[in-house]
C-alpha cells in the first residue's frame, strides 16, 4: 500500500533476476525512497514533535488516519508507521531523522480514552477469548477479580490515565488542557470486564512469567497484589499491558499500548517522589516488566524510552539489598523471610537476563559486568512453587537431608546458592559436566551472559584489524589478526561446552520451553561469533554499496566469515522458533526471525561465483546437490553435519505452507521470513518488521510477497 509517499510493500512489477548469472543488474537498481508522509494529519511544525495540526484543531482519537491492513496485519496509525523507520534496532532500511518522528505516545492514551466511551468496544475481545483453553495445569493460576478489586483497580487507573493525559497535553502550545473533549464532556475509562482482564493476566502468565520467573507459589491474586501500595496497583496493570500485547485485536493492542505509557508516567513519579522506592522490589519488577514492555512494543516512544530508562533501574537492581534471616525458629517466618530474599535474588536475574536480550538484538554492550553477579542464585523451583510453609519446609529438608527443623545457616546468602560469578568459574574450569545437582535451565541461560558479553567485545577489538591488509606490527607485538582469530576459536569451544551441557540436560527434560529459548538464544550469540550483524545491516540499507556486482563478494566478506555454519545456525533458530507454541513464545521472538532471515538473504544476494554453472540436469560443478532442510534438522542429523564440514547438499527453507525456497534465492528468503512471523499471532513489533522486510526487498527490486525470484528459487 502506498500512504501519501510512504511505501510499505514492494512494487508488484516484473522483479529483476537476482540468480547468481544475473546480479550485474544490480547496477539498474533504483535508490531507496525516502519516507515522506505529505498528509496534513502527520506533518511537524516547529515546537511540536507530535501530530501537531489536526491536534491543534481538535482531531479525535477515533478519527486519527488508520493505515489499511495488509495480509493478517491489524491497522495501525499512519504515525506509528512513519516512526518504524527511525526504530533503534532492526534497521535494514534507509533510516528517518529521528528528531522529525512523530511522537505517538498522546495517540496512544488519547485512543484508550476514546475506545473507553465507544459501547461495545470490548464484544470483539470476549468473543476472540473463547477460543483458547485457559485452564493449563503447568502454569500460574490466576485468582478471579472481586468486584472491590475491579472498581478500585478502575478508580486508580483513572487517576493514572488522568495524569499521563495531562502531562502530554500540558506542554505543547495550542493544545487544551482538557484534551478533545467539547465542553461538558465527562473524560473517564472503562476497563473491560474482569473476565477479559483476568484472561490477560493469564496471557501474561503463558507469554512472559515462563521466561522471567517471578510468580512466587505459582499463582497471581491481583486481589492481594491491590491491598498494598500504588506500585502493585502499577504491576498489576502492566501484567494487564503485557497479556493484551500479543493479542490479534485492535482493542487489545489499544490497551496494551495505552496502558504502558499511562503505567510508565505514574512509576517514574512514584520514584521522584520518593527515591527509596526506586530500591523497592515491586517498584523494580514494575520498570522491569515496563522495558520489556517498551522495548518490544513495535512503537518508536515506547521502546526509546525503555532502552533509556534500562541503564537506570539496572543499576538500582544491583544494589538491592537483602533481608536478614535472623534466628527465627518459627517455620512460617523463615519461609515468608526466604521468600523476601528469594524475590530480590530472582530480581537481579531476570535484570541480567533481560540485559542479556536487549544487548543481543541491539548489538550493544551489556550493562551488568559478571564480577558485579554474585548475590545468590535463584533456588530450585521446587522450594519457589511452594505454595506454604509446610511445603517449602518439606522441600527444604530433602534439598539439605534435614530431618529436624531447617538449620538457619543453610538459608544465608553464602550457603543457599553459589552466584554467577561463581557458576562461570566453574564454567570455564569445565566442572559442570556432571555437576550435582545438575545445571538448570534458568542456570544455563544466565551463563550466556557473560559469553555473550566477551564475544561482543572482541568483536569490537576485532573490527579495528583490516580485513584487506596485514596489521603492520612489530617482531615483539603479539596481537594482531591471527591471535584475535585464535581466541574467536577459543570463544566457539566454550559456546560448544554450553550446547553439550544443554543436551545432556535435554534429553533428561524434554520440551523444556525454558531450554528451547536458550537454544535459540544460543544461536544467535554462536552467530556473532561468524557474522557481523551491523555490517549485514549496512549492506541491507546499501551504505557503501555502488550496485555493481563485483562489490558483492568483498560485502560478504565482511558479513559472514564461514558461511556454512552461519546458514545451518540460522535454520536452527527459524525450526526452533516453529516448534514454540503460539501463545509462548518469547516477546522478541519476531526479533530473532528476522535476525536469521536476514543473515541468509545477505548470503544470498552477496555470495556470486561467475566459475558456477549448473548442467541440463540442474547439478552444479559435479557437486552433490541434495536438499539440506537447514529448518527441520537438527545439529545432530548427518545432513547438517555433512554440510558444515564438507559442504555437500544444497540448503533450503521450508515456508509454513510446504513448498521448498532455496538458501541462495534473496527473494524468497525475505518472503519465507514474512510468511513465517504471519503463522504466529499478530503484534505490532512484528507487523513492523515485516514491513521492513517487504520494504528492503522493494529496495532491492525482489518480489518477496510474490514467491520466488525467477532463476534464483529451487
Not at 560478504?556 to 564461514?562: F, V
Not at 558461511?563 to 521472538?589: E, F, N, S
Not at 530473532?592 to 541468509?600: G, K, S
Request: some cysteine.
Amino acid at each position: 500500500m502506498d500512504l501519501d509517499g510512504y511505501q510499505c510493500t514492494p512494487s508488484l512489477g516484473r522483479p529483476r533476476d537476482m540468480s547468481m548469472a544475473g546480479v550485474s543488474a544490480f547496477s539498474g537498481i533504483p535508490s531507496p525512497p525516502e519516507v515522506i508522509l505529505s498528509s496534513s494529519r502527520t506533518s511537524n511544525t516547529p515546537g511540536t514533535d507530535m501530530m501537531s495540526v489536526d491536534f491543534e484543531l481538535g482531531l479525535k482519537a477515533s478519527e486519527f488516519t488508520m493505515a489499511a491492513p495488509a495480509g493478517n496485519s491489524i491497522p495501525e496509525f499512519e504515525v506509528v508507521l512513519v516512526a518504524e523507520g527511525a526504530w533503534n534496532f532492526a534497521r535494514c532500511n534507509p533510516p528517518t531523522f529521528t528528531g522529525s518522528c512523530p511522537r505517538t505516545a498522546i495517540v496512544h492514551l488519547e485512543c484508550l480514552e476514546q475506545k473507553s466511551k465507544q459501547e461495545g468496544t470490548w464484544s470483539a475481545l470476549e468473543k476472540h477469548m473463547e477460543q483458547f483453553d485457559w485452564d493449563v495445569p503447568d502454569l500460574a493460576s490466576v485468582v478471579p477479580l472481586t468486584s472491590r478489586t475491579r472498581d478500585k483497580m478502575l478508580a486508580i487507573t483513572q487517576s493514572f490515565l488522568q495524569k499521563a493525559l495531562d502531562i502530554h497535553r500540558g506542554g505543547h502550545s495550542g493544545y487544551s488542557k482538557h484534551g478533545y473533549s467539547r465542553a461538558g464532556d465527562c473524560n473517564f475509562i472503562v476497563l473491560p470486564p474482569s473476565k477479559i482482564l483476568e484472561c490477560f493476566l493469564r496471557s501474561y502468565v503463558r507469554s512472559l512469567s515462563v521466561y522471567y520467573p517471578l510468580v512466587a507459589a505459582g499463582c497471581v491474586d491481583p486481589n492481594e497484589m491491590l491491598q498494598n501500595n500504588r506500585a502493585s496497583t502499577l504491576l498489576v496493570l502492566l501484567m494487564i499491558a503485557q497479556g493484551a500485547a500479543i493479542m490479534p485485536i485492535p482493542e487489545a493492542r489499544h490497551l496494551s499500548a495505552g496502558l504502558t505509557e499511562t503505567c510508565r508516567i505514574s512509576l517514574f513519579d512514584i520514584v521522584e517522589k520518593d527515591v527509596e522506592l526506586s530500591a523497592d522490589p515491586t517498584a523494580l519488577r514494575c520498570a522491569l516488566l515496563f522495558i520489556v514492555l517498551g522495548a518490544w512494543s513495535g512503537d518508536k516512544w515506547l521502546m526509546d524510552i525503555a532502552m533509556g530508562q534500562r541503564g537506570m533501574y539496572m543499576s538500582v537492581s544491583k544494589t538491592l539489598t537483602m533481608p536478614e534471616f535472623g534466628d527465627a525458629v518459627n517455620v512460617e517466618l523463615q519461609w515468608r523471610a526466604w521468600v523476601q530474599r528469594e524475590t530480590r535474588n530472582r530480581l537481579v536475574y531476570n535484570y541480567v537476563m533481560l540485559d542479556q536480550e536487549l544487548s543481543l538484538f541491539h548489538d550493544t554492550a551489556p550493562l551488568f559486568a559478571i564480577t558485579e553477579l554474585q548475590c545468590p542464585l535463584p533456588a530450585p523451583e521446587v522450594l519457589w512453587m511452594s505454595t506454604n510453609s509446610e511445603q517449602w519446609f518439606t522441600a527444604m529438608q530433602s534439598l539439605h537431608d534435614c530431618t529436624a527443623n531447617v538449620n538457619p545457616q543453610l538459608l544465608s546468602a553464602t550457603s543457599a546458592a553459589s552466584s554467577l560469578y561463581e557458576l562461570f568459574q566453574d564454567f570455564l574450569q569445565d566442572n559442570l559436566m556432571g555437576r550435582q545437582p545438575s545445571v538448570s535451565p534458568q542456570q544455563l541461560r544466565l551463563i550466556l551472559h557473560p559469553l555473550q558479553a566477551m564475544i561482543y567485545h572482541f568483536r569490537q577489538t576485532f573490527s579495528c584489524f583490516s580485513t584487506t591488509f596485514s596489521t603492520p606490527h612489530t617482531s615483539e607485538c603479539s596481537v594482531n589478526r591471527s591471535s584475535m582469530l585464535h581466541r574467536l576459536d577459543e570463544m566457539q569451544v566454550l559456546l560448544q561446552r554450553w550446547y553439550d551441557i544443554t543436551m545432556s540436560h535435554n534429553k533428561e527434560n524434554q520440551g523444556c520451553p525454558i531450554t528451547r529459548c536458550n537454544l535459540i538464544l544460543y544461536h544467535l550469540v554462536y552467530l556473532n561469533t561468524i557474522t557481523d550483524f551491523s555490517e549485514i545491516e549496512r549492506l541491507a540499507r546499501r551504505e557503501g554499496f555502488g550496485g555493481l556486482h563485483w562489490e558483492l563478494p568483498m560485502r560478504h566478506a565482511k558479513c559472514i566469515s564461514q558461511r556454512q555454519k552461519a546458514i545451518i545456525h540460522c535454520g536452527q533458530v527459524i525450526r526452533l522458533l516453529r516448534t514454540m507454541p503460539k501463545d509462548r513464545r518469547p516477546v522478541w521472538w519476531p526479533a530473532a526471525m528476522y535476525r536469521a532471515m536476514l543473515i541468509l538473504w545477505a548470503d544470498s544476494i552477496s555470495r556470486v561465483d561467475p566459475d558456477i554453472h549448473a548442467d541440463k540436469h540442474g547439478n552444479i560443478g559435479g557437486q552433490d546437490t541434495s536438499p539440506v532442510m537447514i529448518d527441520q534438522l537438527t545439529l545432530e542429523d548427518p545432513a547438517i553435519i555433512n554440510y558444515i564440514w564438507s559442504g555437500e547438499g544444497v540448503p533450503v527453507l521450508i515456508r509454513p505452507g510446504g513448498s521448498p525456497v532455496a538458501a541462495t534465492d534473496p527473494a524468497g528468503i525475505l518472503g519465507c521470513a514474512v510468511r513465517n512471523i504471519e503463522t504466529c499471532y499478530g503484534s505490532r513489533i512484528g507487523d513492523g518488521i515485516k514491513r521492513k522486510l517487504i520494504t528492503l526487498g522493494n529496495n532491492w527490486n525482489l518480489n518477496v510477497l510474490g514467491g520466488s525470484t525467477p532463476g534464483a528459487g529451487c
